[in-house]
């Protein structure tokens, strides 16, 4: 049975940092693109990163380009979302989500994924 298990999220002050985890099973991950959505309440979802099959690819928002980095470790199954120089507008529920592609070399937040995990509540407040 595919699963998505997230950790990480929690409540840190304004500039602090998290790292987020998405650990996958029923699945083999490395097969799949993933990507980092968020959805603050009273707000649509939103894309904030993908990352290709292959590792070589990453996308960010803009929103958190310079801050935020995906990673992926598929010996261990698992996406990370290092998240650096928070902000209160960074707060929101976290998810992330699998896509099987076309391609290993390239992805997009704007693609229809398939496999969501049940999210981390980050907090970002002083």
């Known amino acids: 049975q595919l699963q998505f298990v997230e950790s990480g999220g929690g409540l840190v002050q304004p500039g602090e940092s998290l790292r987020l985890s998405c650990a996958a099973s029923?699945?083999?991950?490395?097969?799949?693109?993933i990507g980092w959505f968020r959805q603050a309440p009273g707000k649509e979802r939103e894309g904030v990163s993908c990352i290709s099959r292959s590792g070589g690819y990453t996308n960010y928002a803009d929103s958190v380009k310079g801050r935020f980095t995906v990673s992926r470790d598929n010996a261990k199954n698992t996406v990370y979302l290092q998240m650096s120089s928070l902000l209160p507008e960074d707060t929101a529920v976290y998810y992330c989500?699998?896509?099987?592609?076309?391609?290993?070399?390239?992805?997009?937040?704007?693609?229809?994924?398939?496999?969501w995990g049940q999210g981390t509540q980050v907090t970002v407040s002083s």
């Open positions: 989500a699998a896509v099987r592609p076309v391609t290993a070399y390239s992805c997009s937040m704007k693609w229809n994924y398939d496999y």
């Open positions: 029923g699945i083999t991950l490395d097969y799949y693109t």
